[in-house]
Structure formats: C-alpha cells, structure tokens
C-alpha cells in the first residue's frame, strides 16, 4: 500500500545553501577587482604587480581541484564545503588588514585554496543528496549562482567601499561566509538518511531514484590519476576547458570591450555588462530543469539529451565571434548576451556529468579534475585575449579566435564522448 505520509522536501532547502555557496564565492573572488584602485594607491603597488595579485588566486584555485574533490569524496561533503567556505571567507575578511603587495598576494593564494572546494563538493552532494532526474537541474541551478554574484558584486562592492572604505568592506563580505558556514554546519548531514528533518519518503523518492547509490563510506575504487585513463573523463576536461575560455572573457575583459571598442560611458557599461551575466543565470535554470524533464520523460538517452545540451549550447556560444561584425551596439550586446546563454547551457549539463561517469564514491574527485583543467581557460584566455588586442589594436581577432575553440568544444562532445555511464570498475 502507497504510504499516506507526504514527503519533505529539506532537499532543496540543501540546493539552497550550496546556491548561496556559490553566490558568496564569486563576490568574495570580485571584491579585489573593484577594491584595485583604492588598493593600488593606499598600499603603493604598482599596476603590472597587481597582475600578479589578480592571477595569484586562479591558480592555487586551479591547482587544488583535485585534491579539494579528493578530501571531500575522502572526508565527506559536509567537511569539504565547509571547511572551504570558512577558509576563504577568513581569507577574505583578513585582506581589510594588507599592508602592502606580499600581503595581499599570500591572502589571494590562501582564497583560491579555500575556493578550489566548493564546486567538486557541491558536486558530490548532488550525488547523494538529489535523485537523478533532478541532478541537471540542481547542478545548474547552483552554478548560476556564479553569474548572479558576478552580476551583483560589483555595484554592491562600490557601493560598500564608498559607505565604509575598502578595508572594513573585505571584513564585512568575508562575515557573510563564516555566517554561512555557521549555519552549515548546523543544518546539513552527509546523507539524507541521518538528518533530522527528513522523512522516510524523501528519502525513499531519491533513493528509489538513483541508478547508483553514493554513499557515506570513504572508499575510492581507483586513485584519482587513473581517471586518466577513461576517455570520456578527457572529452569533459577539454570540453570544459573551451567553456571556460569563452566565458572568462565576460568577467574580464567585457568592460574594457565596451568602453572602447563600443565607445559606452562608464555608467552606461557597468549596467550593460551585467546583461550577459544575468541572461546566463535564467537560462542555465531552464536548461538544467529541461534536460531532466527529457531524461525523465524517455524521450531521448541521457547521453543524447547530455551531448544535445552541450553541443547546442557551444553553438549558441559561437556568437561571440559574430559580434564584431554588427555596427549596432544593441545588436552586438544581443549577440553577447546569447553566446553568455550558451555557455551556461552547456555548463548545466557539465556539472551534472560527474555524477554520470564517476566511479562510486568519486563524484567529487571527477568534478574537481574537469574543474581544474577548465580553469586554465580561465587563465590563459584572458592573457591571450590581451595580446591579440595589443597586437591588432581590436577585439575583432579575439573574439573569432574564442569562437573557434567552441567550435573545437562543439566537435569533442560530438564525437569524443562517447556513451554518458558510470565507468565500469572490478
């Protein structure tokens, strides 16, 4: 007999609070960008090393994927996401008190160590906690967080610096993460099964809905290394990495695009570059949310829903290279706005696909690989961006080249990933 009792729902309450992990992890890494004036002045560094404060971040970031994946698969999700958001949220109140350029460096290393955990991690709770026709879903939604506090973090840090200076600004956005993590630590268990609040029928909806079951035990089939071997672990890595090189560009360089390539007033610009960045938060929600409801309905193969996701995504991406070409500044911001759109598209299919291919109990370690190679995108893009501008005197060249690694990104899910299951261990 079907049980009468409803079931809760303290699932989604859990998406809630890795949304807002996500959401203070890029005002937390935005908060420089907007405070480097006043710290080039007041601390006396010299704009070409203030390079080297920006990039120091990205790569401790990028370098502390895989083990960040590894401790919270090894150690448990609860530990590894809140342990990273305290870290950097530390790290982030503790850069009010720089005194100069060595400081300041150090703190940015130390936020992009405590950062590298939040996404392998949120990545293993979907795993455990969500059945799998929810898994897109929840897996976009928590990664448009990064385009809502990318969107909002820099009218919010101005504002913030001008009421109280940019020391006490760092303290008081670094405080929201330690409130965070209090509240994490309060509320979340490792697995549906040992909470509180949750019933024995939302318990049993996601059971009941997993094809594996993740759970709290520790043990890895394989060392991290041996993913390597897997090929479709390398089509996700490199399609990742061509995503992120197209998106880094609307955090870095889109300002500077529209101020003098498009001739736009500072005011003007700074409403405008938050267009791409929120049209991309809306669309990755529905596409998480579609994709699932595909899946669920059977009307396509999760590896056919996967790659169509993705490769229409890039596709849409690929208008990036056609903005230069438009004469009208609607046009191009237009055309911004729906390669933005494609990006997270694809990337609610990328953060769902760990939890498609990892070995038991991997989830994580899987996530924070793919992370880590995407995350050189985000290194080199923007220094590559930077040299053709230098070299050519516009954009254009820069742009098309980004459309052409989607192009690249197009054909290695098309072709290089291969079926969307778990990889067969003994």
Request: charged share 15%; glycine share 10%; net charge positive.
């Amino acid at each position: 007999m079907e049980s009468l009792v409803k079931k809760t729902n303290i699932r989604f309450w859990v998406a809630l609070l890795m949304w807002l992990a996500i959401a203070i992890n890029y005002i937390d890494r935005t908060v420089l960008s907007a405070a480097a004036p006043y710290l080039i002045k007041d601390l006396n560094i010299p704009i070409d090393m203030m390079g080297f404060v920006m990039s120091a971040f990205f790569w401790s970031y990028a370098m502390l994927q895989i083990p960040a994946g590894w401790f919270s698969d090894k150690f448990g999700q609860k530990f590894g996401l809140g342990i990273s958001v305290a870290w950097w949220s530390l790290a982030t109140s503790a850069t009010g008190l720089a005194t100069g350029f060595l400081s300041l460096f150090g703190l940015r290393v130390a936020l992009g160590v405590g950062e590298a955990g939040a996404y392998p991690s949120n990545a293993g709770i979907v795993s455990k906690w969500f059945p799998d026709k929810e898994r897109a879903t929840v897996s976009g939604l928590f990664d448009s967080a990064s385009k809502f506090g990318g969107a909002v973090a820099m009218p919010l840090i101005v504002w913030l610096i001008s009421l109280m200076g940019w020391r006490l600004t760092f303290v008081v956005i670094g405080v929201a993460g330690i409130v965070w993590s209090a509240v994490w630590w309060w509320f979340f268990t490792e697995t549906p099964e040992t909470h509180k609040r949750v019933n024995a029928e939302e318990v049993r909806y996601i059971r009941e809905g997993q094809v594996r079951k993740h759970g709290a035990d520790a043990e890895m089939p394989m060392k991290w290394y041996e993913l390597l071997r897997y090929r479709n672990i390398w089509a996700m890595c490199l399609g990742f990495f061509t995503i992120n090189y197209i998106s880094y560009f609307f955090i870095t360089w889109l300002p500077t695009y529209l101020v003098k390539e498009k001739g736009m007033g500072l005011l003007t610009m700074g409403f405008v570059a938050a267009l791409p960045l929120l049209s991309g938060l809306i669309f990755e929600i529905l596409a998480g949310w579609l994709s699932d409801r595909v899946v669920h309905s059977k009307r396509l193969s999760l590896t056919a829903t996967r790659k169509l996701f993705l490769v229409g995504g890039l596709t849409m991406a690929l208008c990036i290279g056609l903005a230069p070409f438009s004469s009208s500044i609607v046009f191009s911001v237009a055309l911004l706005c729906i390669a933005k759109a494609g990006t997270t598209i694809a990337a609610s299919q990328v953060w769902a696909l760990p939890g498609d291919v990892a070995p038991k109990n991997m989830v994580s370690t899987v996530a924070g690989l793919q992370n880590m190679v995407s995350n050189f995108g985000g290194v080199v893009g923007p220094i590559v961006t930077g040299v053709i501008v230098a070299t050519t005197g516009s954009f254009n060249a820069a742009l098309m080249f980004s459309a052409a690694l989607g192009l690249v990104g197009i054909v290695n899910y098309a072709f290089l990933l291969t079926k969307v299951e778990p990889i067969k261990t003994a």
